[in-house]
């Protein structure tokens, strides 16, 4: 069946909007995906000066039954930002105004504000933004918002929702609102500003938020340890939990990522242990407070690892995060493709989990390098293939059906960041009933009434492996 075309709304739309509507193919194309290389040519892709620009635009997609998608920076993994619909893309790139109360611990943002931008903004000040997604350097906080993204320091502060206070924007039917206040309580009603959250552009269009802000941590101390396998660096993790330490940030990297890393880099990630997992800790606070808990890390790391090392100062510390953020992208030696699962662990079975991987390897017979952030559970499984190789590809997808139904089993979640968008489509019933999903889609059916914000998302089955993904080299890849 051909897809529906919207070019008497577009007409429309232009006459209104003039030059704020892109319909040069090299535009339509660059919006047509997002880090899932999924791509599904949009009719229009609207930059919206104003409020007022948003309101016409909702307005008439909801006369014409015209497909809205919102795009951020389309750093999504999931295809959430991809127009699997067509219609239209509405681009809130430019929205990227911050302003800080540094008075208050507040930060005021646009939707298209870069989250580096606003880390290095509120940092300036003496403040503190923990959520810090790898994509953080050039992904939104207005997608940030919609995926309820997290990074390596949600296990001690948190994700984008433990620190949205109020956010501002857009009903699908075009109505403006504002959802939460910028006091730190408020009690009024239902929170429809948590339901937006992680809501992938379904339910609302957020223009602006208030952030809250906490104190930059004084004094940072990092710990480099190094484990025999993968099943002592999850107890041991868990022996640390157990002392009451909450490390700022706990990142696990399993041989095969330390492996790639140490390729890439032509050293050891620890010297002497080459090969071996390790596990990276960093403690954040006031000189006190580290000094206190450095003494109880360092007790614990010589009861529970095979080796480990101080950074004896920041360069130094830099110098080991710097193999945690490559270890991604040097696995693209294992294969030029990967299925990138955020999947979550609880904590009491994270040895059940890495018994469970090594099952999945064998029966897949793909490269799966796993790193993760330990304090939370949040484990990045890849899933490596070479895109040519049809069976190995197939391969890869059957083995991400097992690893969502494994991590189900284990009482864990299917997504812990990236949200469902399309390429989780198939497991959704998995982690919900039917009851829940119903009630999802009431939500869904109340406030958006025409479906036009994002649909084909979350809900809707959608064979991944039927899409041939893009070869385009995306900024973000190979660094
Ligand atoms: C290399 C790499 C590393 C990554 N690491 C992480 C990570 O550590 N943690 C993590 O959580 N994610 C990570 N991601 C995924 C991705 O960067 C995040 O999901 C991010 O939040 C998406 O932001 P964006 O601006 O690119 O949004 P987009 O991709 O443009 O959009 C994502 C979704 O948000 C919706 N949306 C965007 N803006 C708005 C708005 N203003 N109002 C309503 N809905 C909106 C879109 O419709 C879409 O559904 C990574 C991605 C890459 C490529």
Not at 145 to 171: E, P, S, W
Not at 264 to 289: D, I, W, Y
Not at 306 to 329: H, P, T, Y
């Amino acid at each position: 069946m051909s897809k529906p075309t919207y070019s008497s709304a577009t007409s429309l739309l232009k006459r209104r909007l003039g030059a704020r509507v892109a319909t040069a193919r090299d535009a339509l194309f660059a919006a047509s995906f997002d880090g899932s290389k999924l791509s599904f040519l949009p009719e229009a892709v609207i930059r919206p000066r104003t409020n007022a620009d948003i309101t016409t635009v909702l307005t008439l997609a909801n006369r014409h039954g015209v497909p809205v998608t919102i795009r951020g920076a389309g750093s999504s993994l999931t295809g959430s930002g991809s127009p699997v619909q067509g219609g239209w893309v509405l681009d809130l790139s430019q929205w990227n105004k911050i302003a800080v109360d540094a008075d208050a611990g507040l930060a005021q943002v646009q939707a298209g504000a870069v989250t580096w931008d606003i880390h290095k903004a509120v940092e300036a000040k003496g403040w503190f933004y923990p959520p810090d997604p790898a994509s953080k350097k050039y992904c939104t906080i207005g997608g940030n918002i919609a995926c309820n993204a997290g990074g390596m320091h949600g296990g001690k502060y948190g994700v984008t929702r433990d620190f949205v206070l109020a956010l501002k924007g857009f009903l699908p039917t075009g109505e403006y609102v504002e959802w939460g206040t910028t006091t730190k309580k408020f009690s009024s009603g239902f929170n429809l500003r948590d339901l937006w959250i992680g809501s992938e552009g379904m339910l609302g269009v957020v223009t602006e938020a208030t952030l809250k802000l906490i104190p930059l941590p004084a004094a940072r101390w990092t710990l480099l340890t190094a484990f025999e396998d993968e099943l002592a660096a999850f107890r041991a993790a868990r022996a640390l939990f157990a002392l009451r330490v909450q490390p700022a940030i706990c990142e696990f990297l399993d041989r095969y990522s330390v492996t790639c890393a140490e390729a890439k880099s032509g050293k050891p990630v620890f010297t002497g242990q080459a090969g071996r997992p390790v596990v990276l800790l960093e403690l954040a606070g006031s000189p006190n407070e580290i000094a206190d808990q450095k003494a109880v890390v360092l007790a614990w790391a010589k009861a529970n690892t095979l080796a480990f090392r101080e950074a004896r100062d920041r360069d130094e510390a830099e110098q080991l995060w710097e193999v945690r953020r490559k270890c991604s992208s040097a696995m693209f030696a294992l294969g030029d493709s990967k299925l990138n699962e955020d999947i979550v662990v609880p904590m009491r079975n994270y040895e059940k989990f890495a018994v469970f991987l090594d099952k999945l390897r064998k029966s897949s017979r793909l490269p799966i390098p796993t790193f993760g952030h330990l304090g939370d559970g949040n484990l990045h499984v890849n899933i490596m293939y070479h895109r040519e190789n049809r069976a190995e590809y197939l391969r890869a997808e059957k083995a991400v059906g097992t690893l969502m139904a494994g991590v189900v089993k284990l009482g864990g979640a299917i997504s812990g960041e990236h949200g469902i968008g399309l390429a989780k489509t198939p497991f959704l019933r998995l982690q919900h009933s039917p009851a829940q999903i119903k009630a999802m889609k009431a939500v869904k059916r109340a406030l958006d009434p025409n479906g036009i914000l994002n649909p084909g998302k979350i809900f809707t089955l959608f064979k991944v492996w039927e899409h041939p993904r893009l070869t385009v080299a995306l900024p973000w890849d190979h660094k």
